[in-house]
């Protein structure tokens, strides 16, 4: 039974690294020209395609049923929100099999990096979502830089150590970061002249972003950079032998991750219009890592579903929100128990 095991790992990790593209200078001249061939499951691609649009009938719909519920709406604005941090994730965990609990973190860089603009220099909302997403994105970059050779549990557990940096620093830092307090009376966004206020207009900037972030995260998984990533996490040593570069890619997939987290912490910080050091937690990186593994990891609309489900679960037990981290804790444990890979998971990305 072992040695079948091994021999179906083995061609998953075969099929992996063959849809991987080839890298110039690291695979002879008969390899890099040669077209790998990019397998799919049919009935993968048909129930993700068919997942997408069931949401974005529900994104269409629910501001109609539901459109004087401000409560509702603000529900929905979150899970939108936290959708777009929970995809970047994906991409770093699901995609590539890089374990990490600095995403919060990444989303706290995009937050305060946008409050501070809006509110101490003077930017227009517009620019600032750029801007965010790039220092996010070279945060990412440096932690990947100077740690990503760690590798394995030793590299999530500097992600944890990154988080918690970056809460103390924006804690002590109160000339600058506000302190404890955080920064408050952060400008309401404008945006093509139109400024910001309902809350069914932050439902559909949120929306979207959120689409948006979705529909980018979808062309960069099927891409050949998508597939490289995806033999990476099968296995790292296979995919090198195929021609991947394994750090590049693991380094570019982990920076891409961060930079959704900014765009996340972007809108945070005009929709809640204040932010402070218990926003962008250990914790809350903890609670992203759950809604992927919930949703599924490798799974786009996975990592949707997963997120919203939490979302309303939290809602739920407000009244009992102190017992959040023990819901988590349950559901880490519950979850590889009754389907591996989570609800929408792939079949590969369950080994994850």
């Known amino acids: ?208 972003f959120a689409v948006l972030s979705y529909l980018a995260l979808k062309a960069i998984v099927g891409s050949r950079f998508g597939h490289a990533i995806k033999a990476i996490r099968e296995d790292p040593i296979a995919a090198s032998s195929a021609g991947v570069n394994v750090k590049l890619y693991s380094v570019l997939s982990f920076t891409l991750g961060a930079a959704f987290a900014g765009l996340g912490g972007n809108l945070v910080a005009v929709f809640l219009t204040t932010i402070s050091p218990t926003n962008f937690t250990v914790d809350e990186s903890m609670l992203i890592v759950v809604m992927n593994v919930v949703g599924g990891l490798g799974s786009l609309p996975g990592a949707v579903v997963g997120t919203g489900l939490l979302i309303v679960t939290s809602e739920l037990l407000r009244d009992v929100y102190q017992w959040r981290l023990l819901l988590l804790g349950v559901l880490m444990v519950a979850m590889p128990l009754w389907r591996r890979g989570g609800i929408l998971g792939t079949k590969l990305a369950r080994r994850v």
């Open 1 to 208: 039974m072992s040695r079948g095991r091994e021999t179906t790992h083995s061609s998953d990790v075969a099929s992996a690294a063959a849809e991987a593209p080839p890298v110039p200078g690291e695979v002879g001249a008969a390899t890099a020209g040669a077209d790998f061939p990019r397998t799919k499951s049919r009935g993968l691609f048909v129930r993700g395609n068919l997942i997408l649009i069931v949401v974005l009938v529900g994104v269409t719909v629910f501001p109609i049923v539901f459109r004087d519920n401000g409560y509702f709406l603000h529900v929905a604005t979150l899970i939108g929100i936290y959708s777009i941090m929970s995809l970047g994730l994906n991409l770093i965990t699901g995609f590539t099999g890089i374990l990490s609990f600095a995403q919060a973190a990444f989303a706290g860089v995009g937050a305060y990096t946008t409050a501070l603009l809006l509110t101490t220099y003077g930017f227009p909302y517009m620019a600032t979502i750029p801007l965010a997403v790039f220092v996010a994105l070279l945060a990412g970059l440096l932690l990947a830089l100077c740690t990503l050779r760690a590798g394995g549990l030793y590299f999530s557990v500097i992600t944890i150590g990154f988080g918690e940096i970056f809460r103390l620093l924006v804690l002590n830092w109160q000339g600058f970061t506000g302190g404890a307090t955080g920064i408050v009376g952060i400008p309401l966004p404008t945006v093509f002249g139109l400024t910001v206020r309902t809350p069914i207009q932050f439902y559909w900037l949120v929306s979207v």
